[in-house]
Structure formats: structure tokens, C-alpha cells
């Protein structure tokens, strides 16, 4: 989720209780951290622990900072990191916030919307994956929540904030509650009240009519469909090689907007041309995630565009694809490209 145009007021409710024991670096270096402009220069040399220390320590300042959690950056850090052998200094520090936000702030207020609802129990759920651990309560909660939320056509009520990728249709919605899901272990699959939930979101989700999703959307069911099958046929996973393969830039990296051709919510012009830290580690990922292998010339191509482009920091530049007031879409994708990266070396 991007965060949304609104008084820091009302960001100061999403977390019941703040991470204690944050070291005065994080603190002090916060408005750095969270400052993202495409000014920065260019690394001499990639570091893979460079940008997850960058995306550790962006995503305490940001839980620190703005006492929230955000698709673009917190949510995101989990997911990425939670997928290495050793795990950076914060993220425990992180988890443990989104797990009071969950079991606390939830009992005491209620979620602030839905879309909060489901995010929750996608991270949790392929948190708990990655680290070989069984379903966590907070993990449990949040997917319970989840179905009571879904509504009678299968999907789920999302953020329309003009903030693509990901606050733009309730589409995103239901394929991240299919990845949740998919994440989830056996045992609490075989409920009749999941078996249901899923019935009513594959429903949705071909009412929708896959093939009119836009390209983004439908490829986060190539993560879902790798970690449980049903979401998607064959030719279709082959089709989505085939559309995210024609999209890659001759630099070989891709570009954010031509994934789902979004109107600028300012007015200008979409840039479809200029290669990103985005684009780049999400089709890298999802081509991945589909099948292809990291010797592939077009994932190496990918790959060596990542290496190329990582700025001194750590973190790769992506623009906002809504208006230039922010690009906190960058956090997403360091995280995209430090799952990119992990995901190929596994192959």
C-alpha cells in the first residue's frame, strides 16, 4: 500500500504499541532514509547486503516515523528479508509491530480498512513460510479476518487511491488474498470456511476475467500459483512468459508503467520507456516464480540491469507512476530486486 495523503494524525493510530530499543543511527538518519530522489548516484559495485541494510533500516524509520505499515515499504521489508538465512537487525523489531497491530490495535479500534486486513495476512502468512514456521497466531488472525471481510462476489473492498500498483482496483485485492492463502499450510486449508473463501475468490477472480486484469495484477498469480496450484492453467502462465518477456527494455530492465498503463494522477505523461528498480526485480521475480530459470538470457539480462543500476545507498530508484511528490514505490522495489536476486540464487 502506498501511504495516503493524510494529517499525521491519522497515521498515529495504525500501531498500538511502538518498537522499543531503536538505535539513535536509524533515529537520527531517518529524514535521509526516507528521502528517495532519483538524483542519487550510482554504486561503484553491487552489494546485495547493501540494499537489504538500506531496506532494513527504511523500513524501521518508517514504522518508527509514521507508525504504520505500508505495501511500499514495511510490508514489503518482511516479505524480503524474511527469506534470508540470517535476517537483518530490525527485522524482528518490524514483525513484532505488525503482529501488535494485529492482536492489539485491531482488538482495541478495529483495522483501519480491508485492504490493511488482507496485506496483514499475506505477510504474515509467507513470513511464517519463509522461515519454516507454522502458522502463527497472528498469521491465523489475519486470514480469518480476511474472510469475513470478502465480500458476496469472492473479492475484497481495496484502497482506490490512484497510488499504482498497488491502491488503484479492488483486482490487486484479490490477488494478494490468493497469494495470503496460498502461503497458508495444509491444515488450515482443509477448513470448510477457506475451502469456501477460495471457491468464491477463483470465482472472482474469472469473473474478472484474468486475461482483462491488467499485466501486473495477473502476474502476482504466477506467485500465488507457485506456492499452491489452481490459480492459473498452463497456457496461461505461458502467455504471461510470453507478455513479460516483449516488455523487457533493450538496457534489460522493464519499466513500472507499461506493466498496467496507469493514468498519472497529476496529469503528465506516462513514462513507459525508462527501465526501474520495480519493474525490473517484480518481472524478474515473477518470471521466476513462473518457471524460468536464472540462467535464461532474458533473466540474466534482468539481473544485470539490477547490478548495474543499484544506487549508493543500496536501494534502486523507481518512480512514483502516480505524481512526483513521492517515490516510495522505490522501497518496494529494493525489496522486488533483493527477492529477485535470492530467488536466483536458489535456482
Not at 231 to 255: C, F, H, K, S
Amino acid at each position: 500500500m502506498q501511504l495516503l495523503n493524510f494529517r499525521p494524525s491519522l497515521l498515529i493510530v495504525s500501531l498500538a504499541v511502538l518498537p522499543i530499543g531503536v538505535t539513535e543511527s536509524v533515529l537520527g538518519d531517518e529524514p535521509k532514509i526516507l528521502q528517495v530522489s532519483g538524483e542519487e548516484a550510482i554504486a561503484s559495485d553491487y552489494s546485495h547486503q547493501r540494499a537489504v541494510d538500506f531496506l532494513d533500516r527504511t523500513s524501521m524509520a518508517w514504522t518508527q516515523k509514521y507508525k504504520c505499515f505500508t505495501c511500499h515499504t514495511n510490508f514489503a521489508h518482511l516479505i524480503a528479508v524474511s527469506e534470508l538465512e540470517q535476517r537483518p537487525e530490525y527485522f524482528e523489531k518490524v514483525r513484532s509491530s505488525l503482529n501488535e497491530l494485529v492482536q492489539e490495535r485491531w482488538r482495541e479500534k478495529g483495522p483501519r480498512w480491508d485492504a490493511e486486513v488482507v496485506m496483514s495476512a499475506m505477510t504474515l502468512a509467507v513470513v511464517d513460510r519463509n522461515l519454516g514456521e507454522s502458522l502463527s497466531q497472528s498469521a491465523r488472525l489475519a486470514l480469518d479476518k480476511m474472510w469475513q471481510l470478502q465480500q458476496s462476489d469472492g473479492g475484497f473492498d481495496w484502497l482506490k487511491c490512484d497510488w499504482p500498483p498497488m491502491e488503484s482496483d479492488d483486482e490487486y485485492g484479490a490477488v494478494i488474498a490468493a497469494v495470503a492463502v496460498s502461503a497458508a499450510p495444509e491444515d488450515y486449508l482443509r477448513q470448510k470456511r477457506v475451502q469456501d473463501g477460495i471457491a468464491k475468490l477463483k470465482t472472482y477472480l474469472m469473473q474478472s476475467k484474468k486475461q482483462g486484469l491488467r499485466l501486473h495484477h495477473r502476474a502476482i498469480l504466477l506467485w500465488a500459483q507457485s506456492l499452491k496450484s489452481g490459480w492459473l492453467t498452463e497456457e496461461e502462465v505461458d502467455a504471461m512468459i510470453v507478455e513479460l518477456t516483449a516488455l523487457q527494455r533493450p538496457d534489460g530492465g522493464w519499466n513500472t508503467p507499461s506493466l498496467g498503463k496507469w493514468n498519472r494522477e497529476d496529469g503528465g505523461v506516462p513514462d513507459v520507456e525508462t527501465s526501474d528498480g520495480y519493474g525490473t526485480g517484480f518481472a524478474v521475480l515473477m518470471l521466476i516464480k513462473a518457471g524460468m530459470t536464472s540462467d535464461h538470457g532474458v533473466i540474466q539480462n534482468g539481473l544485470g540491469w539490477l547490478k548495474k543500476n543499484q544506487r549508493q545507498s543500496g536501494r534502486w530508484y523507481t518512480r512514483s507512476v502516480s505524481r512526483d511528490s513521492r517515490h516510495f514505490l522505490t522501497h518496494a522495489g529494493t525489496a522486488m530486486a533483493i527477492m529477485a536476486m535470492q530467488a536466483c540464487d536458489r535456482k
